[in-house]
């Protein structure tokens, strides 16, 4: 690896997020504008080292990952095993912000399945220079942002505005949207047949999909999304 801002939000210097106008008017529900809120809130917090729940975060989604092997501390070699850039994971989050730690935290709990059998590569036939699972974790999260036009007052795209009815429905639709878009992107690698420099390649046509599920008419929550069906519990 050659630092972080060689993976963390690398397709996304190079592609534009494009908007869509004649949706810029759409009106949210108070429910959804109060979730959207929220989320976009979350969206600002930086990752900081210094503060007590960020490390305890850090320290649950190394416990999560290998629950039988105990952490030397908040800096060490180990991180690499999960597919950290360095022996400091604060590192690469400074691409994406807590919001990123947060997504696999919620990963790990929530399937821990689907997390585990990503992390450790479990299916399908592996290229010899794999993804970082982490890494690839924060530019999933990073993807979505952009995809779903978060850092605007509201989306101004047909899946961000879909979204946002999904979000109306569950203020956990974008973790879980998020652990959906880590398995399509897993799903799309073995299809590919990728290896490490094709990463973004896989990244951008996930998006693809993704965007195509998010248009569908017969959206009404999180889980109609046709690629839910990837996740296991």
């Known amino acids: ?20 106008e004649k949706f810029s008017d759409y009106p949210l529900s108070p429910l959804q504008a109060q979730r959207l809120q929220r989320l976009q809130e979350r969206i600002q917090v930086p990752f900081d080292e210094t503060r007590p729940d960020h490390q305890e975060a850090l320290r649950a989604l190394w416990h999560a990952a290998f629950p039988n092997i105990a952490l030397n501390g908040l800096i060490s070699e180990q991180w690499k095993e999960m597919g ?14 807590f919001i990123s ?42 993807m979505l942002i952009r995809m779903l036009d978060l850092s605007s ?32 992107m897993d799903a799309q690698w073995l299809a590919m047949h990728a290896s490490y420099m094709e990463f973004n390649e896989v990244l951008q046509v996930t998006r693809t999909q993704l965007e195509r599920e998010l248009s569908l008419e017969d959206i009404y929550r999180i889980q109609d999304l046709p690629a839910y069906n990837l996740l296991y519990q």
């Open 1 to 20: 690896m050659v630092g972080p801002r060689s993976w963390v939000g690398a397709l996304f210097n190079r592609s534009s997020n494009k908007r869509n």
């Open 101 to 142: 730690l947060e997504n696999l935290l919620f990963f790990s709990r929530t399937y821990p399945a689907s997390f585990h059998r990503l992390l450790f590569k479990q299916e399908g036939t592996r290229a010899d220079w794999e993804y970082p699972f982490a890494v690839a974790g924060i530019n999933v999260t990073f």
């Open 84 to 97: 950290w850039q360095g022996p400091n994971p604060s590192t690469d989050f400074r691409g994406c912000g």
């Open 153 to 184: 007052v509201k989306p101004r795209c047909l899946p961000g505005i879909n979204f946002a009815k999904l979000l109306g429905e569950d203020e956990e639709a974008f973790d879980v949207l998020y652990c959906i878009a880590f398995e399509m």
